[in-house]
């Protein structure tokens, strides 16, 4: 006999107590017993969007109200509720730390006391480049600031890590294809600027007016994954087939219709889930960047999630999470404007 205790088990004994009445006596009977309640293989907060600057609340293009200042509350609060809880194994953040509307000659302070922020927590935190980290500062500047490893020495932002034998966290670089963060003269951002002229007829780049569909995401906020980038996501996927590990791939810009409008995807999603559908392993893609949030399950039975965004809570209301992960789903629990989810897998 084995008596070794289960690693991710606990048991709970609950009693009952059932009254009734025999032969004119009052007779109580009571009865215990166990059930399993399953512990999680690792946990990890998540927060979207804090996109903060000192400047005072705005709106977005579409009239939604921006809180500027208010975002780094809510990050704060974060750090304090992923502390307290004391077994989340890292964090991660899905982009956008510092608004577009900050004012330039304060981009790299804001960074730096965001990032500050972020260290507060006691654990690892892994952080992508969204389109507003690169309105505030260059590739070259940011991927250090943000402790993102730079691949192939050319500021390419995606990575991947192992939290635990039996998953793989794949993190993807959305603005791999871009017209901004890339030096004016950079191939990328050639491309970037080749796509958008043959997408999109309006002298306003940002703009999806006149687009039908799918096709208003080819504005300049969004970006691309390019062919290496593609390679090396087959290569990771097809290695963790071999090793018998589950995947959840993370990127600023969402990589389905389905859980985002149509102006907020990435130029190449369908590309991109080509080479995730050729594998079995993929479980989870998080998102950010769409701010309101969305929920969607593809005919491949990948579970899709963009996340609310920091960025857009009033004053005294929150929006952060962390992530269960068993061995049947994986269970997002948001706070407050944050909701939660359960991806059955």
């Known amino acids: 006999m084995d008596n070794k205790e289960p690693e991710n088990e606990c048991i709970i004994f609950i009693e009952i107590i059932i009254s009734c009445r025999v032969y004119g006596v009052n007779t109580s009977y009571k009865f215990t017993m166990g059930s399993v309640t399953t512990q999680p293989l690792f946990s990890f907060g998540v927060i979207a969007d804090v996109q903060y600057a000192d400047i005072p609340d705005g709106r977005s293009f579409l009239g939604t109200p921006r809180y500027y200042r208010n975002s780094i509350l809510v990050l704060q609060k974060a ?38 922020e972020f260290q507060k927590f006691k654990g690892p935190v892994y952080h992508m480049i969204g389109n507003h980290c690169l309105y505030n500062l260059p590739r070259r500047e940011l991927l250090p600031l943000l402790n993102i490893p730079s691949r192939d020495g050319d500021n390419n932002a995606y990575y991947e890590f192992s939290p635990t034998p039996e998953y793989r966290v794949v993190v993807l670089d959305g ?54 980038q593609l390679e090396w996501l087959d290569g990771v996927l097809k290695d963790a087939t071999e090793l018998n590990q589950r995947v959840i791939v993370c990127g600023h810009v969402p990589m389905s219709p389905g859980c985002a409008s149509s102006a907020a995807l990435l130029w190449n999603f369908d590309e991109v889930m080509s080479v995730i559908h050729k594998y079995d392993v993929v479980k989870v893609c998080l998102s950010g960047h769409d701010h309101k949030g969305g929920y969607f399950v593809d005919s491949r039975g990948v579970h899709h999630r963009s996340l609310e965004a920091a960025l857009e809570c009033p004053p005294g209301t929150y929006s952060f999470g962390y992530v269960d992960v068993y061995e049947d789903k994986l269970s997002l629990v948001g706070t407050d404007r944050m909701l939660s989810t359960d991806f059955e897998i």
């Open 175 to 228: 603005y791999d294809i871009s017209a901004v963060g890339w030096p004016e003269d950079h191939p990328k951002t050639m491309a970037a600027l080749k796509i958008l002229e043959e997408k999109n007829p309006n002298s306003e780049k940002n703009s999806p007016e006149g687009l039908v569909g799918v096709e208003r995401r080819f504005v300049k906020y969004n970006g691309g994954v390019g062919e290496k």
């Open 79 to 116: 750090v304090q509720a992923w502390n307290q809880h004391g077994h989340l194994k890292f964090v991660i953040n899905m982009g956008d730390i510092v608004d577009g509307f900050c004012p330039k000659d304060q981009s790299l302070s804001a960074t730096k006391k965001l990032v500050n």
